[in-house]
């Protein structure tokens, strides 16, 4: 007898259908734990992030399996704009992919290629083999996975990103942008000073373009004024903290009031939000 599956919405659908901006968090740390935790807080959607955090296929994939119990919608970050990174993320379970440093159309063309099966990209048929297409259990994966059970966001995080961004984002495939102020910032010779005027400028010029070509834009505000004010101004999708970056801060104010305030020793002081 035959068996089959659904694969939940992916995030596409799930933004489609909000009537509201959705919040989520990183998950950098690697822990199954506090995937977990995080996956039972009430948040949207978290973000596994397999660029700057040390995760490898096999832990990715274990989050996945633990977040699938829990309503909250799982994207994971590739390391790179690669189709072989892809391909593994893809097969491992990942239906939304968020690649980053996207500076051109082309970059963009070249991560929908690598998410879509022949004659329309290039990715390798693995459905029998992989956790993606829950190893033939899903009536018709190959058929409905480019355009029906993956979805695609690409990062906008390069002064370059900002002058293609109407390239990028209007590149068939492309289901949505997600902003980073702290590499814009960077690349703009800016490091650390996400508000800069010109930083601003570029951050509203790609949500802009994105509200231009009817496409879902996100960001990543961890100071939580900023985050509501772009809540306010209707984002679509926002990353608000990091499991890692709630431990340091959390810690580091047990430090300040159980040791330094009492003590008369200063503490560490203020730490950036980013």
């Given at each position: 007898m035959s068996f089959?599956?659904?694969?939940?919405?992916?995030?596409?659908?799930?933004?489609?259908?909000?009537?509201?901006?959705?919040?989520?968090?990183?998950?950098?740390?690697?822990?199954?734990?506090?995937?977990?935790?995080?996956?039972?807080?009430?948040l949207d959607w978290v973000l596994i992030d397999g660029e700057h955090a040390p995760l490898s296929l096999e832990s990715i994939q274990t989050q996945l399996q633990i977040l699938a119990a829990y309503p909250v919608t799982p994207v994971v970050r590739v390391p790179v704009n690669n189709e072989v990174f892809i391909k593994q993320y893809l097969d491992l379970g990942a239906q939304n992919l968020l690649v980053p440093m996207v500076n051109s159309g082309e970059d963009a063309a070249a991560a929908v290629r690598a998410v879509r099966y022949p004659p329309a990209g290039v990715r390798g048929v693995g459905a029998?083999?992989?956790?993606?297409?829950?190893?033939?259990?899903?009536?018709?994966?190959?058929?409905?996975?480019?355009?029906?059970?993956?979805?695609?966001?690409?990062q906008i995080e390069s002064a370059e990103?900002?002058?293609?961004?109407?390239a990028i984002v209007n590149t068939e495939g492309v289901d949505g942008i997600f902003i980073g102020p702290s590499d814009l910032a960077a690349?703009?010779?800016?490091?650390?000073?996400?508000?800069?005027?010109?930083?601003?400028?570029?951050?509203?010029?790609?949500?802009a373009a994105a509200r231009t070509a009817g496409k879902p834009v996100g960001i990543n505000a961890f100071d939580q004024q900023v985050a509501l004010g772009y809540l306010d101004d209707g984002m679509d999708f926002i990353l608000v903290a990091a499991d890692v970056s709630l431990l340091a801060r959390a810690s580091e104010k047990l430090a300040d009031t159980f040791l330094h305030e009492r003590s008369g020793v200063a503490g560490t002081g203020e730490r950036a939000s980013y």
């Open positions: 089959s599956l659904e694969l939940p919405p992916t995030f596409k659908q799930r933004l489609a259908d909000a009537d509201r901006g959705l919040a989520g968090m990183w998950l950098c740390s690697g822990s199954t734990v506090n995937a977990e935790i995080a996956a039972g807080s009430g029998a083999l992989s956790r993606g297409g829950r190893w033939n259990r899903v009536d018709g994966y190959l058929g409905r996975a480019n355009d029906e059970l993956v979805s695609l966001f690409v990103a900002v002058e293609n961004v109407e690349s703009m010779g800016f490091i650390g000073q996400q508000t800069h005027p010109d930083v601003v400028a570029g951050v509203r010029s790609a949500i």
